[in-house]
């Protein structure tokens, strides 16, 4: 074993970790592969929501309310990851977070299909949020690391995969809704696999105090923390500028992100005069431009470093929306949508590795950059529906465009701690 220098130049020493090319590429997998579960659980529940709707008579509005289960249950899961990670390690604290959202989906099924309950499946939509919500923080947490001992920029990947999944799941949501298949067993099976895949996957992952896994190895003062210590130090995050300043730009690219999935199509409808299928096509190319961002944005987040990238990807995002608004012509739209998923790919990934950045308080920092990224997916769709009905839903992108400005200003915020500032 050897002991690697800490990246944040911090005098205390980080615990040592395996260096062996297999243990890392073990590592590195096993992220890739929790990313991808993650993925797929959210889209199998999204592609079967208008079976489900059907199935319990709901309208739209209490189809709202039982999604509103899944967003409380994300926000509680990254209030308390941080103390999970703590409390029980990474290894253990990611199965169960896992456990509990392959149970949720699992439960899901049942109250759509066996007991048709819209209360039921509220409370399995938490539960399925509490998982997803604590998981997403532990495993960029591992991300962070896995990244930082390997020595090459591999969060953007990660959520590439993350995208992939969500692909898989959308693909096989849709097969079987096509060939009928119940909710119930489409739901359970899924859940099943993610369980299995997760108990595989977290075999690789190893054990690191500065991780939280002190929970599972020797205390080195013999005793454990307090909880109650534990929670103000995870409190004491919020009052980091930097951890702030990151959330800043986790905040304006998601809400750029988030913010497309529900009203780009939309947007070209009532804007360009597109049918919904060619809105739908508008909608692809968005989506596919982010998940390129994120493939290639490792290599060229080593080349050139966070702040030149971050950077490059407001202007691309700014130059995306304003041809997207402005566009005179149609194809002028799908280049807007090009750029403007292009500018919007990084912002989440970069965000995650800032916060972590060889921090003894890795798990606290990314919940608290998590959360405001999960804010803004939750406050933009509704903030952009209100504001389009009273101006139009293309002059209500220009919101989108001033947190784009606001992100790429703040970009130094998320400079490596090794890299000088570029003038």
């Not at 308080?361 to 939750?378: D, E, H, N, P, Q």
């Amino acid at each position: 074993m050897t002991q690697p220098a800490n990246a944040s130049g911090a005098n205390a020493p980080r615990p040592a970790v395996p260096t062996d090319g297999r243990v890392l590429l073990g590592w590195r997998n096993a992220v890739f592969v929790l990313f991808f579960v993650s993925g797929l659980s959210l889209a199998t529940w999204f592609s079967r929501v208008p079976v489900i709707r059907d199935g319990l008579q709901l309208d739209t509005a209490q189809v709202g309310l039982v999604i509103f289960g899944l967003s409380g249950g994300s926000v509680l899961g990254l209030l308390v990851a941080a103390w999970l990670l703590a409390r029980f390690g990474a290894r253990r604290a990611m199965l169960l977070g896992m456990s509990v959202t392959a149970a949720g989906l699992a439960l899901v099924g049942v109250g759509s299909s066996l007991l048709p309950s819209a209360p039921f499946v509220f409370i399995a939509l938490a539960l399925v949020g509490l998982g997803m919500g604590s998981v997403d923080v532990m495993m960029n947490v591992e991300g962070a690391a896995a990244e930082r001992e390997i020595g090459k920029t591999l969060m953007p990947l990660m959520h590439a995969c993350f995208s992939l999944g969500t692909v898989v799941g959308a693909l096989v949501g849709s097969g079987a809704s096509f060939v009928g298949l119940s909710v119930f067993w489409h739901l359970s099976g899924t859940a099943l696999l993610v369980l299995a895949t997760t108990v595989a996957a977290v075999r690789f992952i190893p054990t690191r105090a500065d991780l939280g896994d002190d929970a599972v190895l020797p205390h080195p003062a013999g005793v454990a923390v307090p909880w109650r210590a534990r929670l103000r130090e995870n409190l004491a995050v919020w009052k980091d500028s930097t951890v702030l300043l990151i959330g800043v730009i986790v905040f304006g690219m998601t809400f750029a992100e988030g913010s497309a999935n529900d009203w780009l199509a939309i947007a070209a409808v009532d804007g360009h005069g597109f049918s919904n299928s060619a809105a739908a096509i508008v909608f692809g190319v968005f989506v596919t431009a982010m998940t390129l961002g994120r493939v290639l944005g490792g290599p060229v987040l080593d080349r050139f470093g966070r702040v030149p990238v971050l950077r490059a990807c407001a202007a691309l995002g700014i130059v995306g929306l304003l041809v997207f608004i402005l566009a005179p012509t149609g194809w002028l739209v799908f280049v807007g949508a090009a750029l403007w998923g292009l500018g919007a790919s990084l912002g989440f990934p970069v965000g995650m590795s800032a916060a972590a950045d060889g921090s003894k308080s890795a798990a606290a920092r990314v919940s608290a950059v998590a959360m405001i990224g999960y804010f803004a997916f939750l406050v933009g769709p509704p903030v952009l529906g209100l504001l389009g009905e009273a101006v139009g839903i293309l002059n209500a992108l220009y919101v989108i465009l001033a947190l784009m400005v606001l992100a790429g200003i703040v970009a130094p915020a998320a400079r490596e701690s090794s890299r000088p500032e570029a003038r």
